[in-house]
């Protein structure tokens, strides 16, 4: 993010937002920059770096907790950011409701957890087995998965492959094992990532809901990077984590076996390779179930000036949500993703000093529940706002504050939106790469949905290096103000041109 495209690595070192698509250095000729009317001109010299940055550390800030969808927090950043979207003069996307697009979201408060762990090693001196025992350190060992119940258990390990049990598709890695009051450890990931059909499977939700039938007491994730996760389902009497690949090999000690040799015999060939193992472990967690929390997306219109085209509409957007503040840790989410939200903000603050808007209309969306599933997302593509005929194109912003060059994915069948960008470019000069979307899996970002229903995406990101993805060292004092008005300019020229062809 030839380079892997950036974005969500979590665990398993291998890149999750496009995991099998490489991205390519853009075309070598430079476009000769399309002389600007004023007014545009005018409108893009409107976007600066101070106000993107400004923006993102608010966002960023305690005072909206980390942005839980659902949360408190979540629903005065939502509220803050409808105000200014009124304030540039955009309309609401509801007469009734206003910038602001509510649907259901359930979400979970984790406030304590500890997680400590026994493993038998053997005392040659008195040759006999010495249990150790470990308490582990959150964020550097372990984390609890942020949909959590409360509980306090304890119980042996047992190793399930990817956790997939699949026996319509000849693969169960439950196969042989019993898991009843056990933790299941397991990676994330399937068999084989080019078969689709495992896909349902390498959600979380799924996971969570196949190893709890089988009777496990929780499953626990091996993941390179400790990262927070808020993308699941609360489950009574199930408590989910995730281990570092560090601890990992130590409870794997005792089968002279690493985390990296395990996922590579698995990748390699492709059978389940389960086993029970003799490390306890005992995990305590206090947390808070909100079933009935509601999100919202915070939407606002630039309506089109041709009286037939305004009836068909640009989706500008990113996600706006995080993962918020649990057992003492704020996870701020500057990078991930309130620099998304700041230039989708910008963007639509530009828009709304035009004196003529481009012929099509430009629907801004702050989408809420990204880190939760693309809940938000989900649910404005299933229920878009009246009065529009059709949605012709969507632009994503997802990471785009760190690093000092940017990139983009365009829909392969849709070539022309990678000239648009290139031609936009030659009044930024910030695009490094693109890469063709060919699919979006399960770990796609809010561009998804769209493209599911064959609307075509632009989505954008700046190349990182994202070191603190997910965790509470992604604060404002990693973002580059100049890179997010950069973009902002980019997709600015790139929208309007798109909109008013």
Not at 16 to 45: C, E, H, M, R, Y
Not at 222 to 242: K, V
Not at 285 to 295: A, E, K, L, Q, Y
Request: hydrophobic share 40%; net charge neutral.
């Amino acid at each position: 993010m030839s380079v892997r495209i950036r974005k969500k690595w979590i665990g398993l070192g291998v890149f999750i937002f496009f995991p099998f698509l490489q991205a390519t250095p853009l075309n070598s000729g430079i476009p000769t920059a399309k002389k600007l009317t004023a007014d545009v001109a005018k409108a893009l010299n409107s976007i600066g770096p101070f106000d993107a940055y400004e923006t993102t550390k608010h966002l960023a800030s305690k005072e909206f907790a980390g942005r839980l969808t659902g949360h408190e927090g979540y629903t005065a950043a939502a509220k803050w950011a409808a105000e200014r979207f009124r304030a540039w003069g955009l309309q609401p996307f509801s007469r009734e409701a206003g910038y602001l697009q509510p649907y259901p979201s359930p979400y979970v408060i984790v406030d304590q957890a500890e997680m400590t762990l026994e493993i038998a090693e053997k005392a040659e001196s008195l040759k006999e087995t010495v249990w150790k025992e470990m308490r582990l350190e959150p964020e550097k060992d372990y984390l609890p998965l942020l949909f959590s119940d409360s509980g306090d258990c304890s119980g042996e390990l047992v190793f399930a492959g990817w956790g997939i049990s699949a026996p319509d598709l000849g693969y169960d890695d439950y196969a042989g094992i019993d898991v009843r009051g056990k933790f299941v450890l397991c990676f994330r990931g399937t068999p084989d990532p080019a078969d689709g059909r495992f896909e349902p499977h390498d959600h979380h939700r799924f996971r969570m809901k196949t190893a709890k039938a089988k009777g496990a007491i929780g499953l626990i994730y091996i993941y390179d990077e400790i990262a927070s996760n808020p993308n699941g389902d609360w489950i009574e009497g199930f408590m989910p984590a995730e281990i570092s690949t560090k601890i990992a090999d130590l409870i794997l000690k005792e089968k002279n076996l690493t985390a990296a040799d395990l996922r590579k015999d698995l990748a390699t060939y492709k059978k389940p390779l389960s086993f029970s193992l003799s490390a306890k472990v005992r995990t305590r967690v206090v947390s808070r179930h909100f079933p009935d929390g509601i999100g919202y997306n915070v939407i606002a219109v630039a309506p089109g000036s041709d009286r037939q085209l305004r009836e068909e509409c640009l989706v500008v957007g990113g996600h706006f949500d995080h993962n918020g503040f649990h057992m003492g840790l704020l996870f701020p989410g500057a990078d991930d993703n309130a620099s998304g939200s700041a230039v989708v903000m910008e963007i639509a603050e530009a828009f709304s000093k035009l004196a003529r808007k481009p012929k099509r209309s430009v629907i801004f969306v702050l989408f809420g529940g990204e880190e939760k599933g693309l809940m938000g997302s989900q649910y404005f593509v299933d229920h878009s706002p009246a009065g529009f005929s059709k949605i012709d194109a969507m632009f994503n912003f997802d990471m785009v504050g760190e690093g000092d060059r940017a990139g983009f994915g365009f829909s392969a069948g849709v070539p022309e939106l990678k000239t648009l960008l290139e031609d936009a470019d030659a009044h930024v000069h910030i695009l490094s790469s693109s890469y063709p979307i060919r699919g979006v899996g399960v770990r796609g970002s809010d561009h998804a949905p769209f493209f599911q229903k064959g609307i075509p995406c632009v989505s954008f990101h700046s190349n990182g290096p994202h070191l603190h993805y997910h965790r509470t060292g992604d604060s404002i004092y990693r973002i580059n103000p100049e890179i997010m008005a950069d973009i902002a300019k980019l997709a600015f020229l790139a929208a309007f041109e798109r909109a008013d062809r």
